[in-house]
Antibody, heavy 116, light 110 residues
Framework: QVQLVESGGGVVQPGRSLRLSCVASGFTFSSYGMHWVRQAPGKGLEWLAVISYDGNNEYSADSVKGRFTISRDNSKNTVYMQMNSLRAEDTAVYYC?????????WGQGTLVTVSS | EIVLTQSPGTLSLSPGERATLSCRASQSISSSYLAWYQQKPGQAPRLLIHDASSRATGIPARFSGGGSGTDFTLTITRLEPEDFAVYYCQHYDSSSPMYTFGQGTKLEIK
């Protein structure tokens, strides 16, 4: 069965960096685009970024453009989110998801808390 | 940028009743890229409906989606206790490409 397992969350100070990872299994990882979606405490869902199946194309939301970078390593079945210049408003649960047009499978999420 | 507005913000109903949730787009969108998700507390969202009206794998028949253009609905015909959750609609704009969520509707037990 499809599994997406995120890691790398934690408490980080404003202005610092963090890299999230998501290991995939149960499907042909190298055939699917992958996304990151976040959810601030008590708030709704916000799509952040997508990377194509081969890693050659990536798109991100304006809210994180220039600070967050999505990447992938198909040899490791892993997608990453490099988050720089973190702000308090980046505090959220970060989900890894797969799909084109829709998000058909989700990880359990990893919590990032930006606080001094 | 397409904005999705869900209504109502909160819907209070009893088990066995029918629920109708609305998702309105700021401009006409393709039904091919309209989806609905269910999220329970402490859990990741789960895909319910894709292409506006197609149930995802394993989703019970009491869930149905409809609509076109700017107005879309998610209907739950007979509410089960496990259906009380937050529901989100989502759109994919292939020309951008950008993904957008509505702000959510909380379905609570009356």
């Amino acid at each position: 069965q499809v599994q997406l397992v995120e890691s790398g969350g934690g408490v980080v100070q404003p202005g610092r960096s963090l890299r999230l990872s998501c290991v995939a299994s149960g499907f042909t990882f190298s055939s699917y685009g992958m996304h990151w979606v976040r959810q601030a405490p008590g708030k709704g869902l916000e799509w952040l970024a997508v990377i194509s199946y081969d890693g050659n194309n990536e798109y991100s939301a304006d809210s994180v453009k220039g600070r967050f970078t999505i990447s992938r390593d198909n040899s490791k079945n892993t997608v990453y989110m490099q988050m720089n210049s973190l702000r308090a408003e980046d505090t959220a649960v970060y989900y890894c998801t797969k799909g084109y047009g829709v998000f058909d499978y989700w990880g359990q999420g990893t919590l990032v808390t930006v606080s001094s | 940028e397409i904005v999705l507005t869900q209504s109502p913000g909160t819907l209070s109903l009893s088990p066995g009743e029918r629920a109708t949730l609305s998702c309105r787009a700021s401009q006409s969108i393709s039904s091919s890229y309209l989806a609905w998700y269910q999220q329970k507390p402490g859990q990741a969202p789960r895909l319910l409906i894709h292409d506006a009206s197609s149930r995802a794998t394993g989703i019970p028949a009491r869930f149905s989606g409809g609509g076109s253009g700017t107005d879309f609905t998610l209907t739950i015909t007979r509410l089960e206790p496990e259906d009380f959750a937050v529901y989100y609609c989502q759109h994919y704009d292939s020309s951008s490409p950008m993904y957008t969520f509505g702000q959510g509707t909380k379905l609570e037990i009356k």
